[in-house]
């Protein structure tokens, strides 16, 4: 069994992000100044079980969301309010957990996933969520993305 | 196939742009690190076009991005695309191969060049509903580019080795 | 011939995402149908004739993996192609879902072209 690597929460997380949304982020400390979450934020968890049960999340402000539902439906009609944005980020989410376990288990085996959870905050609350927790920043393209570990 | 001794060598430096009708051409990006070479190929028009782009974005750099756009990905590429659109190249006729974006100006990969001007590449041709036709990216080798006119035929030198894309 | 294509996945993000690819790709398209779960692909299944179907494994109310395997118990549905493109990259998901009969398994994050490629293969021969 493997443990949990914030450093390789970081790493996928910002392949996904070029790969899938088309978005660059920065690790901790690069590129941009420091970063703070936004106001409101979106906590945005997902769950896994089998070989271990366990979960990761991310703090996003909902520029970022909008942004890279902006970017993934190209073309597509845009539907009302902020659900592309919020659906966005969670599949996001879906495939950054995937590639995570895959990356940080080696004997490769089954998980199943939940299907990821957003809450709306403040961003006193996010942080109070997230505070104990394993936890990155990131910049991406000007945005905030705080990841963590456990749910 | 034209034989190699009449063709004349256009090189597409760095930040630079070329496009050519002119069978008798061959086009050119030599040593891309993590620069991508781009090429747009017409088969209807037997028309093509090459870019070299050092950097993703142009937003770090405003007097460079107006005086050299092709050294930018984000802005070179369109540029190269419209200038296609302009010798009459339509959208769906244009075969997109792209090269380069290797770690190899950058060994501890911390600024990640190579794959930013990869990702920046591919929301241009998804924004633009494109396909990326063939590709060799990554790693840690440095490659020349090369696109014959006459035949839309794009090889990849590298290390010794050529390569058809 | 135009096709008919279901994709079969919770996220409209995902849908989405595949149904502009086939677009860009110029298969020549009937009709695209979506669907949020396995539950709902079968149901849409008994009404409509597909000539392939795009599915995630874990979704609500039925997986991808319950969805094939009901598939191939039915036989109006049991010789229609199913492509898995899911988040699961474990070894073991790809033989259990290979073992149930999906034709091919793409994994999240995939690229447009990744997807025109399936396409191409599966839809020519169609």
């Known amino acids: 069994m493997s443990a949990d690597n914030i450093n390789t929460l970081v790493e996928v997380t910002i392949e996904v992000l070029e790969r899938y949304a088309f978005m660059l982020g920065d690790p901790p400390g690069k590129g941009s100044g420091p970063v703070v979450l936004s106001e409101p934020s979106w906590i945005v968890t997902i769950s896994f079980t089998g070989a271990r049960a366990g979960g990761i999340g991310v703090v996003v402000s909902p520029g970022l969301a909008r942004q890279a539902a902006a970017n993934l439906y190209e073309g597509a009609p845009a539907e009302g309010g902020d659900e592309q944005a919020q659906d966005a980020v969670k599949e996001l989410l879906n495939i950054v957990c995937g590639n995570y376990l895959h990356r940080v288990e080696s004997n490769e085996p089954i998980f199943s996933f939940a299907t990821p959870v957003l809450q709306v905050a403040t961003r006193e609350t996010a942080a109070r969520y997230v505070s104990g927790k394993p936890q990155a920043m990131l910049a991406v393209e000007g945005h905030p993305l705080l990841l963590f570990v456990g749910h | 196939m034209v034989s190699k001794h009449r063709l004349k060598t256009v090189v597409v430096g760095l930040g630079g742009m070329a496009i050519s009708d002119s069978p008798d051409e061959v086009l050119i990006a030599h040593s891309l690190g993590s620069c991508l070479g781009v090429t747009f190929y017409d088969p209807v028009l037997r028309a093509g076009g090459m870019a070299h782009c050092m950097l993703p974005l ?29 010798r009459g190249c339509r959208k769906k006729d244009l075969i997109v191969r792209v090269a380069g974006a290797a770690r190899v100006m950058d060994s501890a ?3 990640r060049i190579g794959e930013r001007n990869h990702a920046v590449f591919r929301k241009i041709m998804w924004k633009n509903g494109m396909f990326i036709r063939a590709e060799d990216i990554g790693g840690d080798r440095a490659r020349t580019l090369r696109m014959e006119i006459a035949t839309g035929r794009v090889v990849v030198q590298s290390q010794g080795q050529e390569r058809e894309l | 011939m135009a096709y008919n294509i279901l994709i079969v996945d919770d996220s409209l993000t995902a849908r989405t995402f595949i149904a502009r690819t086939l677009q860009m790709a110029e298969v020549s398209l009937n009709q695209i149908y979506h669907a949020r779960n396995g539950q709902e692909a079968l149901d849409l299944l008994q009404r409509v004739w597909v000539d392939l179907v795009f599915a995630d494994i874990n979704m609500p109310m039925m997986d991808g993996a319950e969805m094939v395997r009901q598939m191939r118990t039915m036989d109006l549905l049991k010789s229609i192609p199913v492509i898995i493109i899911s988040t699961d990259r474990s070894a073991q998901r790809m033989a259990e879902m290979r073992e149930a009969g999906v034709q091919a398994y793409l994994t999240k994050p995939i690229t447009p072209e990744d997807l025109k490629a399936v396409v191409e293969r599966f839809l020519k021969s169609a």
């Open chain 2, 109 to 111: 990969n911390l600024f």
């Open chain 2, 58 to 86: 142009s937003q770090i750099d405003k007097d460079k991005a107006q005086e050299t756009p092709c050294m930018f990905v984000d802005i070179g590429v369109p540029k190269l695309i419209e200038a296609m659109f302009k």
